[in-house]
């Protein structure tokens, strides 16, 4: 039964993330009116922030951008980087988006930053522990079955409570950068909508990962509940 729903929310988010990568492709053509690139644009809504102690440098791949709090950097990949599209200056202002939560300390983003360790920490048991499900279950044996799978459930939680969280650090960062770009005028009426658009494509691949870990996390509480 899990198979089949992971199945479906695989198929579900193959279909979002190609959309999501038609949108940015579509929007990548179209030229931003003020001329400005990628790196331009966040280096200005830094500025406009009076955050000077971040800086925007050049990552490799595609769709690579983050924002890291640890370095504070605002890494861009490297088409953002040097386009001056008005998908470039979504996900740049989108990434300062977060530079900015970080200087305002934002709550969600400092209880995400916190969880990192944790959830690494979780996934990596996870694997281990279903790993040896499958090919070394002889370990497993000398512990009791419920007190395994409820160390499942609870590292499964603490990666849905992650997901979830994740959702308005990505939904607030995106509105603070659409706000920027409408109130400085760096994007016109209709270079806004669509950058509104793309930011809304994006947003739509965390709500189906948290969607995904919330129902695994249901799954696996109804199968430790019903074997009580």
Avoid at 79 to 101: I, K, L, M, W
Avoid at 119 to 125: L, Q, R
Wanted: overall charge neutral; cysteine-free; charged content about 15%.
């Amino acid at each position: 039964m899990l198979l089949i729903i992971l199945i479906g929310f695989m198929i579900v988010g193959f279909i979002v993330q190609s959309r999501l990568k038609s949108k940015f492709r579509k929007y990548s053509e179209v030229g931003l009116q003020n001329g400005l690139s990628g790196r331009e644009i966040a280096e200005k809504m830094l500025a406009d922030h009076g955050i000077y102690d971040v800086k925007v440098i050049s990552t490799p791949g595609r769709l690579t951008d983050h924002y890291n709090p640890n370095d504070k950097t605002v890494n861009l990949s490297e088409d953002v980087y040097h386009e001056r599209s008005v998908a470039a200056a979504a996900v740049a202002a989108h990434e300062v988006g977060h530079a900015v939560q970080h200087a305002k300390a934002y709550s969600w983003l400092s209880f995400r930053s916190a969880m990192v360790p944790i959830v690494n920490f979780s996934g990596k048991a996870m694997n281990i522990i279903f790993m040896l499900m499958l090919f070394g279950g002889f370990v497993l044996e000398m512990f009791p079955f419920e007190l395994i799978f409820l160390a499942v459930v609870i590292m499964q939680a603490t990666i849905t409570v992650f997901s979830l969280v994740t959702l308005p650090v990505e939904y607030d960062a995106s509105n603070r950068a659409l706000a920027w770009l409408k109130t400085t005028n760096t994007a016109l009426p209709q270079e806004h909508d669509m950058a509104k658009d793309a930011l809304n494509a994006a947003a739509n691949t965390y709500l189906v990962s948290a969607l995904a870990a919330l129902t695994t996390l249901a799954y696996y509480l109804f199968a430790l509940l019903g074997n009580d």
